[in-house]
């Protein structure tokens, strides 16, 4: 099974500052890697998927990088309704979640 | 639009059986596989099944695998997931998604629906 590893944990984070996640794998899953986020109560929505396109309706200040094993997830800035648990997933064999970051308001 | 809407959920002694169903609208039903994600509460997202398209492959994670069963029915535009010899560990919130490509990502979600395990 690939395993996912998001850090950090936690980011405490003031509206409109960049943010940076971290998702890495335990091995290689090409860029097959997609981006949730969920708010409290609700259903996880897409973001990103194959590595760095922007699914439908998600405006431009997020953007995903990288491929292999490393994979960046980044929020320009940071608005109000961003923020959440942000899950990394990877498709490339099978399908496995990251454990997540919480995003806080500062 | 694409909704996905679970039903079926509750409370359930351990050994018990139960099964979810999910009412997929907006979409061609047919033409996708779809899945079901699992959440523990406060914890991580957690891939439970997917079925095939034509319902010739299905797969199941290693905690559920004898346990539960997917199914669907297309002309009913239904996904199923029966689950059999239920533990406190199934203890979740259960998502229907539709996945966007054969053994893909997940585009679309359902509101999920709450399945406890207990005596």
């Known amino acids: 099974e690939i395993v996912m590893t998001q850090s950090p944990a936690t980011l405490s984070v003031s509206p409109g500052e960049r943010v940076t996640l971290s998702c890495r794998a335990s091995?290689?899953?090409?860029?097959?890697l997609a981006w949730y986020r969920q708010k409290p109560g609700q259903a996880p929505r897409l973001l990103i998927y194959g590595a760095s396109t922007r699914a439908t309706g998600i405006p431009a200040r997020f953007s995903g990088s990288g491929s292999e094993t490393e994979f960046t997830l980044t929020i320009s800035s940071l608005q109000p309704e961003d923020f959440g648990v942000y899950y990394c997933?990877?498709?490339?064999?099978?399908?496995?979640f990251g454990g997540g970051t919480k995003v806080e308001i500062k | 639009q694409v909704q996905l809407v679970e039903s079926g959920g509750g409370l359930v002694k351990p050994g018990g059986s139960l099964r979810l169903s999910c009412a997929a609208s907006?979409?061609?039903?047919?033409?996708?596989?779809v899945s079901w994600v699992r959440q523990a509460p406060g914890k991580g997202l957690e891939w439970v099944s997917y079925?095939?398209?034509?319902?010739?492959?299905?797969n199941y994670a290693d905690s559920v695998r004898g346990r539960f069963t997917i199914s669907r029915d297309n002309a009913q535009n239904s996904l199923y997931l029966q689950m059999n010899s239920l533990r406190a560990d199934d203890t979740a919130v259960y998502y229907c998604?539709?996945?966007?490509?054969?053994?893909?990502?997940?585009?679309?979600w359902g509101q999920g629906i709450l399945v406890t395990v207990s005596s």
């Open positions: 998604a539709r996945v966007a490509a054969p053994l893909g990502f997940n585009d679309y």
């Open positions: 079925i095939s398209d034509t319902s010739t492959r299905t």
């Open positions: 091995q290689s899953v090409s860029s097959k």
């Open positions: 997933q990877q498709y490339n064999i099978w399908l496995t």
């Open positions: 907006g979409f061609i039903f047919s033409d996708y596989y």
